[in-house]
């Protein structure tokens, strides 16, 4: 019945228009400690439930006004008391009634005459199972409770507006498909007045690649202020240590750039990332794209990134995502698609970084329509202003 002594007992409510069933099951379910409460109608029961929901409901289903599938009906449209267990207990003994007792949402069906030891294990049974569910929901809740704390503490690692650069414009959002992402950005001064820019995604998801991802983060971080102007370096750096800090079989595509604001010199390393689409301002928006220059992160040891580089004039600018973005999907199981992010790109080429990354979220908005989002997404439009 009761896992410990300490437990309180369960509650059972019965509900028979007999006063002799309700007499002889109260006085046997009383005497192997259980609280009982007995009514003799559908309507009573259900005035019951609002003062103090039972654990368990033994009901009749042959009843005057309110039979017992209509009462087991209510009982399960209310939020409050639908997960509450009810066994029926008639002396209707066809298989179409005891259908329609499971299909109304009973749990166990007993007819009459019953063997109390039968109704007695039955009812310790579906306790049993209310109690081990009962668990399982707030092992969840602490589960979820712990996960948006998590996720809360891994927000704060990112800056809510990147830092202000003298002639140029960042716009960023992140917004993880969980409560915790796998997917990050970063947008920093270095030492030398250059400007570290920053987006990645690690291969995987949940509360592992959250994990995953804050240690990458700190290495990258901490390597780019050792080797402000060599972001193979940091590159190679960050992959030693990860590949022997960790036991992991997970990996991490890093785009990774340092742009001297003054000449508009982007120097970076593109490890296993989406490339990075630069838009120009001249000659028609034209595109360029910021291809591979390595494997992803977390592969090889000893791994070795080139090095390139690209200069945004006055009017270029540059979107970096993950693939969040072009992976995202319909109802119809469509992906969004490089295409698609394009065309909403070169709509808002002659506006904002913050305009460009708007009606780049907008166009996947609409184009995702209610189907859940599937994976992470970041993305960063960095826009050289026109003097």
């Known amino acids: 019945m009761r896992n410990r002594q300490s437990d309180p007992p369960d509650e059972i409510l019965i509900v028979d228009d007999t006063p002799a069933n309700l007499r002889l099951l109260a006085q046997m379910l009383s005497e192997r400690g259980y609280n009982v409460r007995a009514v003799t109608s559908g309507a009573r029961a259900l005035e019951s439930l609002q003062v103090t929901p039972p654990n368990l409901i033994l009901l009749d289903i042959r009843m005057p006004d309110m039979d017992g599938y209509e009462v087991c009906e209510r009982i399960k449209g209310d939020p409050q008391t639908n997960d509450i267990p009810i066994i029926f207990i008639s002396a209707l003994n066809e298989i179409a009634d005891k259908v329609r007792g499971f299909s109304v949402g009973g749990v166990d069906y007993i007819t009459k005459p019953f063997q109390f030891e039968e109704v007695l294990a039955r009812v310790e049974t ?215 992010l394009l065309k909403a790109v070169k709509k808002k080429s002659d506006s904002s970084a913050k305009a460009i990354r708007t009606n780049i979220l907008t166009t996947i908005s609409k184009f995702v329509g209610d189907a859940p989002q599937q994976d992470d997404i970041a993305l960063l439009v960095v826009a050289r202003k026109k003097k």
């Not at 290495?219 to 780019?224: G, K, M, P, V």
């Not at 050792?226 to 590949?243: G, K, M, T, W």
């Not at 591979?292 to 070795?304: A, P, R, S, Y």
Request: aromatic content about 10%; hydrophobic content about 40%.
């Open 126 to 340: 579906h306790l049993s199972l209310r109690r081990l569910q009962k668990q399982l929901q707030e092992a969840n809740k602490k589960f979820e409770r712990e996960l948006e704390l998590a996720g809360n503490l891994q927000a704060s690692f990112f800056p809510e507006e990147p830092p202000e650069i003298d002639g140029w414009e960042v716009s960023v959002t992140l917004k993880p498909a969980r409560e915790t992402s796998g997917d990050f950005y970063d947008v920093y001064l270095l030492p030398d007045g250059h400007v570290g820019i920053l987006v990645a995604d690690v291969v995987d998801k949940g509360a592992a690649a959250a994990l995953y991802m804050a240690l990458s983060w700190t290495l990258i971080r901490t390597y780019a202020a050792e080797f402000p102007d060599q972001p193979e370096r940091v590159l190679s750096a960050v992959n030693h240590r990860i590949i022997s800090d960790t036991d992991s079989s997970r990996f991490v595509t890093v785009f990774y750039g340092v742009l001297d604001p003054i000449s508009g010199k982007l120097t970076y390393c593109n490890a296993g990332h989406n490339p990075p689409c630069l838009i120009r301002a001249h000659n028609g928006g034209e595109l360029e794209r910021l291809t591979k220059t390595g494997v992803l992160l977390g592969m090889f040891d000893d791994e070795i990134w080139e090095q390139d580089s690209a200069y945004l004039e006055e009017g270029d600018f540059l979107v970096l995502y993950t693939d969040g973005v072009t992976e995202a999907q319909n109802a119809e199981g469509d992906f969004f698609g490089r295409e698609r």
